[in-house]
């Protein structure tokens, strides 16, 4: 039982350059989800998943688009990568409650844009 | 102002002694979660609450709704115990938002 896990763990970008993230979880979990964290603030909502074929927008989810072709899978795109999209970046899951329940975080993926 | 906000934002402490980390916030909410985030990065769920208390080894999480206040207090505090903790607040239905995090390092 793996729980979350995130590929890859480090990526540096030019920007303009396109790449995915890929979230998985094995514990058949409904509710995904992608944050952001930088310095001083807090973990920021990108894009969230209540179950496979839906998404719906965060906080922040300019520059980000999503996918959730599979329940165990939750994909991150960032089409035209830019400096300001420099972050690192959790995915995580939690049961049909939603957030009401315990979250499962990925051990996160921290991405440069140059 | 933040929705919430933690305190302190960083804390030193020696091997033992009794911890207190604070969260406040100004928005109604319908339950709290408290996260740790290793020196590594992971973040690992410790506590979700609507009311009173929750105890889990030597953790324990109070909350009280009306003050709009949550403490995690850390008993008998160890070297281990050295992480970010995080305070996250769900409300509006469905949204969670997140403190900005205490750093504790807990020394020998």
Request: net charge positive; proline share 3%; aromatic share 8%.
């Given at each position: ?114 | ?107 020998p």
């Open positions: 039982n793996a729980g979350v896990t995130q590929t890859p763990k480090f990526r540096v970008l030019k920007t303009g350059q396109s790449m995915t993230l890929l979230c998985a979880q094995d514990m058949n979990h409904e509710y995904m989800y992608w944050y952001r964290q930088d310095p001083g603030m807090g973990l920021r909502l990108i894009h969230y998943s209540v179950g496979e074929g839906t998404t719906a927008k965060g906080e922040v989810p300019d520059g980000y688009n999503v996918s959730r072709l599979k329940k165990q899978n939750f994909l991150l795109g960032l089409e035209s990568a830019a400096p300001s999209q420099t972050s690192v970046y959790f995915c995580a899951s939690s049961s049909r409650q939603g957030i009401r329940e315990k979250l499962f975080f990925g051990s996160g993926t921290q991405l440069s844009v140059l | 102002k933040n929705e919430v906000e933690q305190s302190p934002q960083n804390l030193t402490a020696q091997e033992g002694e009794f911890i207190t980390i604070n969260c406040s916030y100004s928005v109604g909410i319908s339950a709290l979660h408290w996260l740790q985030q290793h020196p590594g990065g992971g973040i690992v769920s410790l506590f979700m609450l609507s009311s009173g208390k929750k105890k889990h080894g030597r953790l324990i999480a109070t909350i009280n709704i009306q003050e709009k206040h949550s403490s995690l207090h850390i008993t008998a505090s160890h070297p281990r115990d050295s992480a970010v903790y995080i305070c996250a607040v769900l409300h509006s239905g469905s949204r969670l938002t997140f403190g900005e995090g205490t750093q504790l390092t807990v020394n």
